[in-house]
């Protein structure tokens, strides 16, 4: 299983439609486990179809999927992981909000950005 994952990894790297393919029907898969895969495969692509597949796994109904989406998307410069990150841990209940905070130590996320997201959040509303 870990060689298929990364042979389908390095498909992806290279642009290959076979390792999209791959990703695609982990990232769509009802299994957690199998998404969570899914994104280990795009994590740190910088394609289009890969961070709107990741901004997509923010609304997962699992907590993991959607955190590991969060951490790929701030990986790969997308702005939408951090300001997902920082607005989640602001509203969650206590036991959520310290995995959240994990995830939010794990991307370097300093606090006075945090504070300009959260900012930012508000005046959007």
Sequence with gaps: ??????????????????????????????????????????????????????????????????LAAAVALARAGDGRGPQWLAVTAEQADPEARLQLEGAIEQIGLTPADRKKILAASKAAK
């Design 1 to 66: 299983e870990t060689t298929r994952l990364a042979a389908a990894r390095s498909l992806c790297m290279l642009g290959r439609p076979e390792g999209r393919a791959a990703a695609e029907k982990l990232l769509g898969s009802a299994e957690r486990t199998e998404r969570r895969d899914g994104i280990r495969l795009i994590e740190g692509l910088r394609q289009t179809w890969a961070t709107a597949a990741l901004a997509k796994l923010l609304g997962d109904p699992e907590r993991p999927v959607q």
